[in-house]
């Protein structure tokens, strides 16, 4: 009589123990919440406490498209959601409940997708965005009062660990569309792998301006969310940044005189943008997940004049980041780009991150691999 209850309960002991080892709960998760959950297979698992709701089921971003769940609800209210295998990297998502967009109470919130969203971070096992014991350096909030889009202009600004010291360059960094200027601070952990990489001596230290990506006036904000009005946005971004933005910092910050830019998705468009517009001013263009708005066929950079780069004297460093298993658009848009580069003979640096889609794995490692090889 005793037997099967001794057996059973070193059963329940094991598999509890096996359970607890083989789920992580993920680096995004609030403190003190145990979910969400990865599995050594980069399966999730999700518990949210909905006791009312008929129906919850788990939705994201980008890389969160091909992944199929299941949902239940225990006796108790809480529903324990499944996944099959997750990518690899940084993904937004939400819970769709009884119809509403609802964000998962356990994690910590990141603005994407035009609002604050849920992340969760399936681990690459790289330690390169990590804290590390290092020397920091810090990231202070900014604002300048704007004539172009008649209004205030918020930005970020990283301060290298030995700033004060002496005139640094300065990188100018822009987000994706959906995202702020918390982005490369938050999703990107730029202070981490800038701190990182200047310990090491692989980069040389800079000062980086996290500026936000949208420039409307007023009526312009009017305007239907869509290409044109990216372009417009955009072109008022080149007058900002030469015109206000650039004085601004040099005028503030102990600057050297040296510049660079990049961007992720929408911002590599902007830096682009900007970068060729003013080949003199930008020793470095960095173009992560590149897009090209509002070209055709017969002139896909109609919007963009890349051949400035062509008639340049000092001929900026052109690096392009793309993630392997970025959507067919994407590498249409990078095959365009590098197309271009390599017909007309121009240097550039191609990086492929392994095993990555759209999103901020793709960009951390992009910016790591940029930052070591400008301002040199």
Do not use: C
Not at 106 to 111: A, G, H, K
Not at 349 to 366: A, F, G, M, N
């Amino acid at each position: 009589m005793q037997y099967p209850q001794k057996i059973s309960f070193i059963l329940v002991l094991f598999s509890s123990i096996v359970f607890s080892q083989t789920y992580k709960t993920s680096s995004t998760a609030l403190p003190g919440k145990e979910f969400p959950k990865i599995d050594s297979e980069r399966k999730g698992l999700f518990q949210v406490y909905f006791p009312e709701a008929k129906s919850v089921i788990l939705e994201g971003g980008d890389g969160m498209q091909g992944i199929s769940s299941t949902a239940s609800k225990d006796k108790n209210g809480f529903w324990n959601i499944s996944t099959s295998p997750l990518e690899t990297g940084f993904h937004y998502y939400w819970l769709n409940v009884d119809g509403k967009r609802t964000n998962d109470p356990n994690t910590q919130l990141y603005f994407g997708y035009g609002q604050p969203t849920s992340g969760i971070e399936v681990s690459s096992g790289e330690d390169f965005f990590m804290q590390k014991s290092v020397k920091h350096g810090t990231i202070v909030n900014d604002s300048l009062d704007s004539k172009i889009t008649q209004g205030k202009r918020n930005f970020k600004v990283y301060l290298p660990p030995n700033y004060g010291s002496k005139k640094f360059p300065v990188l100018y960094l822009y987000h994706g569309t959906g995202e702020d200027i918390t982005g490369w601070e938050k999703q990107g952990y730029i202070r981490n792998i800038l701190d990182h990489l200047f310990a090491e001596k692989k980069a040389k230290e800079m000062i980086v301006v996290m500026d936000y990506g949208v420039a409307l006036t007023p009526e312009q904000e009017k305007m239907p969310d869509n290409y044109p009005r990216t372009v417009i946005s955009s072109k008022n971004l080149d007058k900002i940044v030469v015109q206000e933005l650039i004085p601004y910092i040099d005028k503030k910050y102990k600057t050297s005189g040296q510049k660079a830019i990049a961007g992720l998705s929408r911002g590599s468009y902007q830096a682009m943008l900007i970068g060729v517009s003013h080949p003199e001013l930008f020793s470095a263009i960095g173009v992560f997940s590149p897009v090209i708005y509002e070209g055709t066929k017969t002139e896909p950079f109609k919007e963009l004049p890349i051949g400035n780069l062509l008639a340049s004297k000092k001929k900026p460093f052109v690096f392009i980041g793309i993630g392997e298993k970025e959507s067919p658009m994407f590498i249409e848009f990078n095959q365009v780009l590098t197309g271009f580069l390599s017909q007309n003979h121009y240097p550039y640096v191609l990086y492929q991150s392994p095993d990555t889609y759209h999103e901020w794995l793709t960009w951390r490692r992009s910016l790591y691999q940029f930052t070591q090889k400008i301002f040199k």
